[in-house]
């Protein structure tokens, strides 16, 4: 179980995608907010994509307002000559100012998303992106009609192969999911986060379920207790980001001990704490594709070593359900 294919384009991915918001570096929103993960080393950035590559990831995700475009820029460098080699994903709907890597609104029109698309293109140093995604959750429904149809002009144009949402919403998904080219849903989903409603549209529309934060913020990848950096998202959690404390001292202790609870299913076989908690997405659904993000080599290894390991088992999975009491 190393590929999967990515909703109903018959379009390959590896089973793993790696989610490149985090290499973006650091970015805020108007009022000071940070939307980052922290500080960044480019260079490592890079060889983390490259190590990646050489292990069998073929899917990377990552959006235009990451870093106010640098992700893109990152992602375009590391990537280089084997562009070919991959599945690119981006998003679009976020308006920013790269000088100030600062988020300043947002834009739902057609317009804007041609711009944006033109814009990624250049920053990904590619004539064409395999799915493009709207970044605007909550964006209305006969807007997103209309934007879907915008992304079958971009399909007709060779400029896009196909497309999808980033929403948590099934009923704004499935609005999308009219579109002969629509066959992703990036969505949260997670251990400790399930999102069976979401999950059931997937599988019954045949879309990909693409999964953000698959290991849950960092607390299914070990994160513990202690401060985080300034310009970490997760030292002042927005209200859609649970499990971290408000005043910025680190992972909530509730949430610590739903980790704990099931540690030893997900660790089981030789697996890290990563590893289990994308082997449980793999097996809650043949439609999954779980994007986490990295910063190093060392991340990038330890996630990409999952796919060696494969899914849990339905046991398993039950007992997990038992353990959190779901």
């Known amino acids: ?140 429904p006969a807007r997103a009609a209309e934007l879907r149809d915008t992304c079958e002009e971009f399909v007709r144009e060779g400029l896009v192969r196909a497309y999808g949402w980033s929403t948590d919403d099934p009923v704004r998904a499935a609005v999308f999911a009219e579109g002969p080219h629509a066959t992703a849903v990036q969505h949260r989903l997670n251990v400790l986060q399930d999102a069976p409603g979401m999950v059931e549209l997937c599988e019954r529309l045949e879309l990909a379920s693409v999964n953000r934060s698959p290991l849950a913020m960092g607390l299914l990848a070990g994160r513990r207790g202690g401060p985080l950096e300034a310009g970490d998202i997760r030292s002042r959690p927005p209200a859609w980001l649970p499990g971290y404390a408000e005043d910025g001292s680190g992972a909530d202790p509730r949430w610590l001990a739903r980790v704990d609870a099931v540690r030893s299913v997900l660790t089981s076989g030789g697996r890290t704490l990563a590893q289990g908690a994308l082997a449980w997405l793999w097996a809650r659904s043949p439609r999954t594709v779980p994007i986490p993000g990295f910063r190093t080599v060392a991340q990038a290894e330890d996630n990409a070593g999952a796919l060696a390991k494969g899914p849990l088992t339905a046991a398993q999975l039950a007992e997990i359900d038992r353990l959190l009491g779901r």
């Open 1 to 140: 179980m190393t590929t999967r294919t990515l909703g109903r384009t018959g379009i390959e991915v590896s089973a793993l995608g790696f989610g490149c918001w985090a290499i973006g570096g650091e970015h805020r929103t108007a009022d000071g907010q940070p939307v980052g993960w922290g500080k960044t080393d480019d260079d490592e950035s890079v060889r983390a994509v490259r190590r990646a590559l050489d292990l069998g990831v073929t899917f990377f995700d990552t959006a235009d307002s990451y870093g106010t475009g640098h992700s893109e820029e990152i992602l375009g460098r590391a990537l280089g000559r084997r562009r070919d080699d991959v599945v690119l994903a981006t998003k679009w709907g976020n308006v920013f100012d790269p000088d100030t890597r600062t988020l300043t609104g947002t834009d739902d029109t057609p317009e804007y998303a041609r711009r944006a698309l033109t814009a990624s293109l250049r920053r990904l140093g590619t004539d064409h992106i395999d799915l493009y995604q709207l970044h605007l959750s909550d964006a209305g």
